[in-house]
């Protein structure tokens, strides 16, 4: 293992020596606007006791220069990630001077140059440890202490972080603030911000606490900015958590920052917390859009109790924090907000991605083993978040809403500002709930995989629901059947408790048996042969989104699965996606349709379900109503099927030319879609590319125009870009992922195919060279699709002792091509 990749084991047995008392951090970031500087300088000063005589400090940038302990300078002990620290005694201040290296990957501190207007902007991005790559610190959450910023910066540039400026002086073309202490919280989720971001602000008050809300992005994005919105879901999180969880808001300010090239969705620092740009829509945007914003705003709100207040000891139980906050995110946004229908959304699309993980042969339980930073690094996952939830969900219906807030509300009093682990949670629901946990706990937390329940008719004349895997549930049963309308609507709800492989249930016969109605568990769905058919011939019929919901996704399960043919899918989602009047299940249907036809429909049979799945969503496009959500997300899907099938590239250049349905807005990203579709079927060249660059010369026209110059049908073409992935070390990581978008664009495997052999002969270099997000986007983007397991199953075989965390991604590769195989073979038949 590489000093730089921390083991649960060492940082233990640190923190058992070491008891941080403050942090000191000065940065000096007046050089940041010359790019050449690739550096800046950065010291620190750690006060703290420990009851051993030396140790280390973490820290990962370009040189340290001194190191003094208790006013002794000592020898600079530094292999590049650790400064060796010596000569302590009970009671230690400690100061390293160093010099950090600016980021261009998002881990650290990110600068990112506009160029719009050429103003820079910085921001850091942390979790799960690279604070180390801007101060020198004992990088491990189970160590918190306060911070103090002090910062210097251009005198024009807002500077923000944790908490609010305390100190504040102004020189010739620069300013230093000195920001006032923060609580204890550990070193991922501290933050500094810089730049001359765009505001918007407002307040929130409860009683005698008043929160100022302030939101920012870059200059050049301000006109796009809808922060009346933003403000509004703010307050309404701040009231739902204040009414349930009785533990007023600590972290002072709540800014909310949208910054560029970001390699998450979010982050939860206290006081301080940064989104994508992505959030930022430049044009219009569908109600499912602002509905996961919203979600996501509610997400990182909950993390100021469940992650910053109280913080998992280490990163086994990640989940302490994710899971809650993915469970709130929907919860908070069904009852506080207009997105009244949030739940739908997650049943469908967030559980999907819990599925999905749960079935790899790399599926971890709730409560994984983490024992390093590279394993905590790949389990920001669908078991940590999506299943979590799901889970939650189900405790909260086994426990009764009340006592498990009331157990949260515990849980924050007894360990505010401390750190925890799965023992301590129980302990408080337990309490409140008048339940034993235990078993609950093993059965849902502790072990891993999905069950799969199902109705089937017995001998008798009544029916068994069967479930694979078992566990215990507490689901519902809906029966519905056709009204006078002729609407499918429910009819009858049985609610129950299942932990066998078989249960009996006597239900009269219905044309549709919806098992986990309502969604309670975290489980898979088969549709029984009835109900499979009620569907096939009225899913639109059906009226209720969230009963919808549940069976578009046991469709989907069904069809990864090889039991329902992908061919029969597809023409449900052709023939019941123009009636889908939920936005978050449109678009879930929308991305899952072109999934089945290039994973699970054998190749022969792709090139005629490419081109008719394109005129399906081209005749959707064009009898969707005028300039509504439906409209926007079918020119969407025109865009993505487009790229696999050339048909309509004539009618798709009209359309950029301005023949665009009526109340159609082609805004930036759409039209670059457009015109990466015409550019991977071979209709647009780069001069038609340039032309577009001229009229979206903006940071995010510039990638995708990289993009769409990647992903030309030409030889020479997919060198370059293979060439610029790997020795190109200036791609940002939004560049990196545009130039592996446009190299895979179109599934051009004549063109590609060359590459497999280099692919496997480069893994391990590229793992090594490159930080772990560059190497994961590399290793998961450019995986071929080699029709065959011969190659990866060679790579593995003769790299067993490659770092676990990139076999982890090798062989979660290897079990999805295995599975396209699967599936094809079987839609063969």
Known sequence: MSSANLSRTETAARARAVDVHSYHVELDLRGAVDSRRRGFPTVTTIEFTASTTETWIDFLGDSVETVTVNGNRIPVVYDGSRIAVSGLGEINVVTVAATGRYSRSGEGLHRFVDPVD????????????????????????????????????????????????????????????????????????????????????????????????????????????????????????????????????????????????????????????????????????????????????????????????????????????????????????????EFTDAWVAFANRRKAWAYLQDQLPTTHPIVADIVDLEAAKLNFDGITYAKGASVLKQLVAYVGRDAFFEGARRYFRAHAYGNTTLADLLTELSATSGRDLTEWAHAWLQTSGVSTVSLEPATDGGYDIVQTDPRPHRLAVGLYDVDAAGDLVRTRRIELDITDARTRLDLPAAPLTLLNDDDLTYAKVRLDERSLATVDASLDRVRDPLARGLIWSALWNATRDGELAA????????????????????????????????????????????????????????????????QLAFARAVAAAAAMDEHRATDIRAVLDGAAPDGLALDPDLRWSLWTALAATGYADESDLDDELSRDDTATGRTAHLRALAARPRAEVKAHAWASIFADHTLTNDQLDATIAGFRAGSRRELTSPYDADYFA???????????????????????????????????????????ALRRLVIEQRDHLARDLRVQRVNQT
């Open 118 to 337: 050429d103003e820079t902007y910085l921001y850091t991005q942390y979790e799960p440890a690279d604070a180390r790559r801007v101060f020198a610190c004992f990088e491990q959450p189970d160590l918190k202490a306060p911070f103090t910023f002090t910062v210097t910066a251009p005198e024009h540039w807002r500077i923000l972080s944790n908490q609010a400026i305390e100190q504040h002086r102004r020189a010739e073309g620069h300013r230093t603030v000195t920001f006032a202490p923060t609580l204890p919280i550990s070193t991922y989720i501290t933050a500094i911000v810089a730049g001359p971001y765009h505001r918007a602000e407002s307040t929130w008050t409860r009683h005698d606490l008043t929160v100022p809300l302030q939101v920012f992005c870059r200059a050049s994005l301000a006109e796009h900015l809808d922060a009346d919105e933003i403000l509004t879901i703010t307050a309404q999180g701040m009231d739902f958590y204040a009414d349930h969880f009785d533990y007023p808001y600590p972290f002072g300010k709540y800014d909310q920052v949208f910054v560029p090239e970001y390699n998450l969705g979010a982050m939860e620092n206290p006081g301080c917390v940064t989104f994508t740009e992505a959030y930022v829509f430049r044009g219009a945007a569908t109600a499912a859009q602002h509905q996961a914003r919203a979600n996501t705003i509610l997400h990182e709100m909950a993390h100021m109790w469940f992650g910053d207040l109280v913080t998992m000891k280490w990163w086994d139980d990640l989940w302490l924090k994710e899971s809650f906050a993915d469970y709130m995110g929907s919860l908070v946004s069904a009852e506080a907000t």
């Open 567 to 630: 061919s029969r899918y597809l023409s449900m989602a052709q023939r019941f996606s123009r009636t889908e009047t939920n936005a978050a299940l449109l678009t879930a249907v929308l991305s899952n349709a072109p999934t089945a036809i290039e994973h699970y429909l054998p190749p022969p049979a792709r090139p005629a379900a490419r081109a008719a799945w394109l005129e399906a969503v081209w005749d959707a496009l064009h009898a969707a109503a005028p300039s509504s959500g439906a």
């Open 762 to 804: 480069v893994l391990r270099e590229t793992w090594t060279e490159r930080s772990i997000e560059i190497a994961r986007r590399i290793v998961l983007g450019l995986f071929p699709d080699t029709g065959s397991l011969d190659a990866v199953d060679g790579w593995l075989a003769t790299n067993t002792d490659a770092p676990a």
